[in-house]
């Protein structure tokens, strides 16, 4: 929902955004969508905000949907994919508009850590609300999303399964790096 009110397209299934995409890509271009009505932002309140906006599509897709994650399947899982069309560097302005990816560790591992962890002082240090978000990413870690990712999937693997386990929103609070932290 940080995006604004101001999104009226829609591009799915594409490598890169069509003015971005590097040569020979043409064939990855996805589909163009309008949207039939105007974004739809959640309902969300100052105690729990709520980054995300319903985008209804004008036309159905081609491209398969994937379907939603379950609270199980995050805590079994040690890392998810995150997915965007960002920066690759906050110094590369150059770098934006083209599909990346990166696998990302889990910021919790497992059901015992979660139990052990102190969730509001976590929380409160990394700047988000455990009743909506997790984290995914370390410090120093290299690999995470960057400005511009804001709204991409993060996937997870389950087995054969891959499943929408959340969307990326932003850094966590004590980010020390605009990229890869």
Not at 59 to 78: F, G, I, M
Not at 79 to 88: A, D, K, L, M, T
Not at 110 to 132: C, I, T, Y
Not at 159 to 177: E, F, H, P
């Amino acid at each position: 929902a940080h995006c604004g009110r101001s999104i009226n397209r829609v591009l799915v299934g594409a490598l890169a955004i069509p003015e971005r995409m590097p040569q020979g890509w043409e064939q990855h271009q996805g589909e163009t969508f309008g949207l039939r009505e105007p974004p739809i932002p959640f309902d969300h309140d100052d105690l729990s905000p709520v980054d995300l906006m319903l985008l209804i599509l004008d036309r159905p897709s081609s491209v398969q949907a994937v379907s939603l994650a379950t609270t199980d399947d995050l805590l079994v899982s040690k890392q998810c994919e995150v997915i965007g069309f960002g920066y690759r560097d906050d110094k590369e302005p150059d770098s934006f508009g083209v599909k990346r990816k990166a696998l990302v560790p889990i910021l919790l591992d497992s059901v015992q850590e979660l139990a052990a962890a102190d969730l509001p002082r976590l929380a409160k240090e990394k700047g988000f609300d455990p009743r909506q978000e997790f984290v995914a990413g370390r410090d120093k870690f290299g690999h995470d999303t960057c400005r511009g990712d804001s709204g991409g999937p993060a996937l997870l693997h389950v087995g054969d399964t891959v499943s929408l386990v959340g969307i990326t929103a932003r850094a966590v609070r004590d980010a020390t790096r605009p990229c890869g932290d």
